[in-house]
């Protein structure tokens, strides 16, 4: 999308209110136009003793008093049409946002930080919100002002109005080299606001590492030099604004000073009448508004058209055409088999592969794990089959289907990953559970059932508010093994084809640990599960258990088999053994 394509399809949008807010600003212009000319005419009855030359006083009076009570509705409609459109605008864009980066795949994410896409959708988002709105109203205003003021000064002495342009003309000269300097400056500006954005949430994210690590010296310094440089940007734009913003103001009380000037002389000469002089001034008031705003819709077209420029690198970023538009047959379950086939997988910035030939399959209801140390590429093999990354076609297989050509959507809805960091909103234990399921019509008894089910019961229980507790921002109020047993529950209450658990029970007691496996399987009996882990007591009841080893699978079988032929499986399981009687 171009960018003026961008500003045609959002005003489009609001077309009809932008219309009829045209058609008020026009009505307020021409009225404001012709009161004084009834002022005039008022005026130059003053001198006059006659009843008729009164009445008609009288009258004109009147009218002037009627067009500006008028005037006062017509232009509240005006701004109420004119300004709403902005924050329509903001709305759906919004939503087009969220939509796209919710579809954008993992490569987009790793090129933009969270920080500047958080900045992108406040701040620039506030530059098209005000571009849209007051830009406007402000525009059009201008416009009008700005062609029917001079129209109804050269009705009353054209060459009073010519003389009048001439400071104009001055600061527009002056005006539009100010304007191009401060285009730049906010390109400048909104680019400091992402990084200072970027690096809030980069340190606020490590904010337990700063205090454990007594890093808050450096990290003041660090935000103090981000944030001075974004102090120096703005203050070159308002030293600009600070020059360029008063010609505007000088010009127009020059204008006035020549009116008053030329204008006197013109009356003593009887070329014009005191109506018409007093008329004219007011017609200098009428455009000294529109002048002045014309320095205010210089900075909000600046912002907007930056700012244009700052989403449009979001929504113009290309969608995997697979994900731009879920299949016919959605995300309808239907078990099937996972197949694996030879998938080899390498990180752009990495010279060797993560992952080599890795093959395996899960049929319906097979249960499967796979132990490795760090680093041996088990979350590499977990972001490949849940399609986090982007993999090669003919790899990875869901009965018939290539899951790399699968839209991602329909994907996740046959199968749950569990993490190891799970993400958790600052809402009620319940809420967290219940998001992501889909689903409504859950009841409190499911909810119970699995958090009994994740050995989550007797910390709930302790809680004063039970599952209404409020886990705060990232579940910061949970511990560890709290937050990884709510994901388990999280995961067990909807249903799904496959469960992914990647080293969820790190965090967890043996004891423990056995539990939640006893009563998840129980639970998942005909659903396909893959279990990760470095833990050989996290995957003994598996029917398969998968040994990965620097991204090869170096053994395979069921756990009695494994403790017989491969050494380090009975080497890991001997060492976690003895770990566990000296932690019991």
């Given at each position: 999308m171009t960018k003026s394509r961008f500003i045609i399809h959002y005003f489009l949008l609001n077309k009809y209110s932008y219309l009829f807010a045209t058609v008020c600003i026009f009505a307020v212009n021409w009225f404001q136009v012709e009161i004084p000319h009834y002022i005039k005419l008022a005026i130059d009855l003053l001198?006059?003793?006659?009843?008729?030359?009164?009445?008609?006083?009288?009258?004109?009076?009147?009218?002037?008093?009627?067009?500006?009570?008028?005037?006062?509705?017509?232009?509240?409609?005006?701004?109420?049409?004119?300004?709403?459109?902005?924050?329509?605008?903001?709305a759906e864009l919004k939503n087009d946002l969220f939509y796209k980066l919710n579809r954008l795949p993992n490569a987009f994410h790793k090129k933009f930080?969270?920080?500047?896409?958080?900045?992108?959708?406040?701040?620039?988002?506030?530059?098209?919100?005000?571009?849209?709105?007051?830009?406007?109203?402000?525009?059009?205003?201008?416009?009008?002002?700005?062609?029917?003021?001079?129209?109804?000064?050269?009705?009353?002495?054209?060459?009073?109005?010519?003389?009048?342009?001439?400071?104009?003309?001055?600061?527009?000269?002056?005006?539009?080299?100010?304007?191009?300097?401060m285009r730049s400056m906010h390109t400048e500006r909104l680019k400091r606001l992402q990084d200072v954005s970027e690096q809030l949430m980069n340190y606020l994210a490590g904010i337990d590492l700063i205090k454990n690590q007594q890093m808050g010296a450096w990290v003041s310094q660090e935000i103090d030099r981000v944030n001075q440089s974004l102090l120096e940007t703005t203050m070159r734009i308002t030293r600009i604004?600070?020059?360029?913003?008063?010609?505007?103001?000088h010009a127009n009380n020059l204008m006035k000073v020549v009116i008053l000037g030329l204008g006197g002389v013109y009356l003593l000469q009887q070329n014009l009448t005191l109506g018409e002089i007093t008329a004219f001034l007011s017609y200098s008031v009428l455009l000294a508004l529109p002048l002045m705003?014309?320095?205010?819709?210089?900075?909000?077209?600046?912002?907007?058209?930056?700012?244009?420029?700052?989403?449009?690198?979001i929504l113009n970023s290309e969608i995997p055409e697979q994900d731009a538009q879920a299949s016919a047959e959605g995300g309808s379950r239907k078990s099937q088999t996972l197949r694996v086939e030879n998938l080899s997988y390498?990180?752009?910035?990495?010279?060797?592969?993560?992952?080599?030939?890795?093959?395996?399959v899960i049929e319906p209801g097979k249960k499967v794990g796979v132990?490795?140390?760090?680093?041996?590429?088990?979350?590499?093999?977990?972001?490949?089959?849940?399609?986090?990354?982007?993999?090669?076609?003919g790899q990875v297989f869901w009965g018939d289907d290539d899951v790399a050509t699968m839209p991602r959507q329909d994907w996740r809805a046959r199968i749950r990953t569990i993490t190891q960091e799970p993400y958790l909103f600052s809402d009620t234990i319940e809420q967290n559970i219940r998001f992501g399921s889909g689903q409504q019509g859950y009841?409190?008894?499911?909810?119970?059932?699995?958090?009994?089910?994740?050995?989550?019961?007797?910390?709930?229980?302790?809680?004063?508010?039970?599952?209404?507790?409020?886990?705060?921002?990232?579940?910061?109020?949970?511990?560890?093994?709290?937050?990884?047993?709510?994901?388990?529950?999280?995961?067990?209450?909807?249903?799904?084809?496959?469960?992914?658990?990647?080293?969820?029970?790190?965090?967890?007691?043996y004891d423990t640990e056995r539990k939640i496996l006893a009563g998840m399987l129980d639970r998942i009996k005909d659903q396909s599960v893959l279990i990760v882990s470095h833990r050989v007591s996290a995957l003994e009841s598996m029917d398969e258990i998968l040994v990965l080893d620097h991204g090869e699978i170096i053994a395979r079988g069921s756990h009695h088999s494994l403790l017989e032929s491969s050494d380090y499986y009975r080497q890991t399981w001997l060492l976690q053994q003895n770990e566990a009687e000296a932690v019991a």
């Amino acid at each position: 999308m171009t960018k003026s394509r961008f500003i045609i399809h959002y005003f489009l949008l609001n077309k009809y209110s932008y219309l009829f807010a045209t058609v008020c600003i026009f009505a307020v212009n021409w009225f404001q136009v012709e009161i004084p000319h009834y002022i005039k005419l008022a005026i130059d009855l003053l001198g006059e003793n006659s009843s008729d030359s009164h009445a008609e006083l009288v009258r004109n009076v009147w009218i002037v008093i009627v067009l500006a009570v008028v005037m006062v509705g017509i232009r509240i409609l005006s701004r109420m049409y004119a300004l709403n459109p902005g924050r329509i605008t903001e709305a759906e864009l919004k939503n087009d946002l969220f939509y796209k980066l919710n579809r954008l795949p993992n490569a987009f994410h790793k090129k933009f930080a969270s920080g500047k896409l958080i900045s992108i959708i406040n701040n620039d988002l506030n530059g098209i919100r005000l571009f849209y709105g007051i830009g406007f109203l402000q525009l059009v205003n201008v416009i009008f002002a700005l062609s029917l003021t001079p129209i109804w000064m050269w009705r009353i002495s054209p060459a009073l109005t010519l003389y009048s342009v001439v400071p104009i003309l001055v600061a527009f000269v002056i005006f539009s080299q100010g304007f191009k300097k401060m285009r730049s400056m906010h390109t400048e500006r909104l680019k400091r606001l992402q990084d200072v954005s970027e690096q809030l949430m980069n340190y606020l994210a490590g904010i337990d590492l700063i205090k454990n690590q007594q890093m808050g010296a450096w990290v003041s310094q660090e935000i103090d030099r981000v944030n001075q440089s974004l102090l120096e940007t703005t203050m070159r734009i308002t030293r600009i604004q600070t020059f360029v913003m008063p010609v505007l103001d000088h010009a127009n009380n020059l204008m006035k000073v020549v009116i008053l000037g030329l204008g006197g002389v013109y009356l003593l000469q009887q070329n014009l009448t005191l109506g018409e002089i007093t008329a004219f001034l007011s017609y200098s008031v009428l455009l000294a508004l529109p002048l002045m705003q014309l320095g205010r819709i210089a900075v909000v077209f600046q912002m907007g058209m930056v700012s244009i420029d700052s989403v449009l690198t979001i929504l113009n970023s290309e969608i995997p055409e697979q994900d731009a538009q879920a299949s016919a047959e959605g995300g309808s379950r239907k078990s099937q088999t996972l197949r694996v086939e030879n998938l080899s997988y390498r990180y752009s910035d990495a010279d060797d592969s993560v992952l080599k030939n890795i093959s395996f399959v899960i049929e319906p209801g097979k249960k499967v794990g796979v132990l490795g140390s760090i680093g041996s590429g088990k979350s590499t093999l977990v972001n490949c089959i849940n399609h986090h990354l982007d993999i090669e076609q003919g790899q990875v297989f869901w009965g018939d289907d290539d899951v790399a050509t699968m839209p991602r959507q329909d994907w996740r809805a046959r199968i749950r990953t569990i993490t190891q960091e799970p993400y958790l909103f600052s809402d009620t234990i319940e809420q967290n559970i219940r998001f992501g399921s889909g689903q409504q019509g859950y009841k409190q008894a499911d909810i119970e059932k699995v958090i009994q089910l994740s050995q989550f019961a007797d910390d709930v229980a302790r809680f004063e508010k039970g599952d209404q507790t409020i886990v705060g921002e990232k579940g910061i109020m949970l511990s560890g093994g709290q937050k990884q047993r709510l994901s388990i529950a999280r995961a067990l209450l909807s249903p799904s084809d496959l469960i992914i658990m990647d080293n969820v029970l790190s965090a967890v007691d043996y004891d423990t640990e056995r539990k939640i496996l006893a009563g998840m399987l129980d639970r998942i009996k005909d659903q396909s599960v893959l279990i990760v882990s470095h833990r050989v007591s996290a995957l003994e009841s598996m029917d398969e258990i998968l040994v990965l080893d620097h991204g090869e699978i170096i053994a395979r079988g069921s756990h009695h088999s494994l403790l017989e032929s491969s050494d380090y499986y009975r080497q890991t399981w001997l060492l976690q053994q003895n770990e566990a009687e000296a932690v019991a």
